[in-house]
T-cell receptor, first 118, second 115 residues
């Protein structure tokens, strides 16, 4: 079974600065998907960014980018120009590729609470 | 854009009662997933359906059952409720999991409190 680990329970960043959230995972599969979800105080789960394991290019979405290191099984999220609205719990998640027949469910890490200081 | 709809948003039940949670996926999404998030925890997968058939099963108690209907909405039925069932229950939907765009989009959740 796959496991996802987020080693930083809490992080803080000054508004307008950059912060990186860490995520590592354990799998024997070669093809899979990785995601970052944001959960603000409203508790809504919002998809931030997605990465396919077969793609070497790191995904980017506006101020959000990832550093995907497949060999190291690492998938960190970088938030640039942090804004007050970025304050939330961030979850890293793993999903197996369909042809692995291991299921299509998401396996989440324990989350990192990000605080943004004005 | 239309999102996943869950009802009710809040539910309070007594121990040993039953509860039914409903989920309406994004239009054209044929796959539905249910997750349970306890206080201070990450979401845990319960069960999923693709084209009205159960596709995957996670840590869902035997007291819970679920189904997906012909209009693709899904219901999670919970019986003999226990205090430990108090949690936020998310429904997520996606296109065919084998398709290239298979992201799961989450609903706002149903907060279940068991007294």
């Amino acid at each position: 079974a796959q496991t996802v680990t987020q080693s930083q329970p809490e992080m803080s960043v000054q508004e307008a600065e950059t912060v990186t959230l860490s995520c590592t995972y354990d799998t024997s599969e070669s093809d899979y998907y990785l995601f970052w979800y944001k959960q603000p105080p409203s508790r809504q789960m919002i998809l931030v960014i997605r990465q396919e394991a077969y793609k070497q290019q790191n995904a980017t979405e506006n101020r959000f980018s990832v550093n995907f290191q497949k060999a190291a099984k690492s998938f960190s999220l970088k938030i640039s120009d942090s804004q007050l609205g970025d304050a939330a719990m961030y979850f890293c998640a793993y999903r197996s590729a369909p042809y692995n027949n291991a299921g299509n469910m998401l396996t989440f890490g324990g989350g990192t609470r990000l605080m943004v200081k004005p | 854009a239309a999102g996943v709809i869950q009802s009710p948003r809040h539910l309070i039940k007594e121990k040993r009662e039953t509860a039914t949670l409903k989920c309406y996926p994004i239009p054209r999404h044929d796959t539905v997933y249910w997750y349970q998030q306890g206080p201070g925890q990450d979401p845990q997968f319960l069960i999923s359906f693709y084209e009205k058939m159960q596709s995957d099963k996670g840590s869902i108690p035997d007291r819970f059952s679920a189904q997906q209907f012909s209009d693709y909405h899904s219901e999670l039925n919970m019986s003999s409720l226990e205090l430990g069932d108090s949690a936020l229950y998310f429904c997520a939907s996606s296109l065919d999991p084998t398709s290239g765009r298979n992201e799961q989009f989450f609903g706002p959740g149903t907060r279940l409190t068991v007294l």
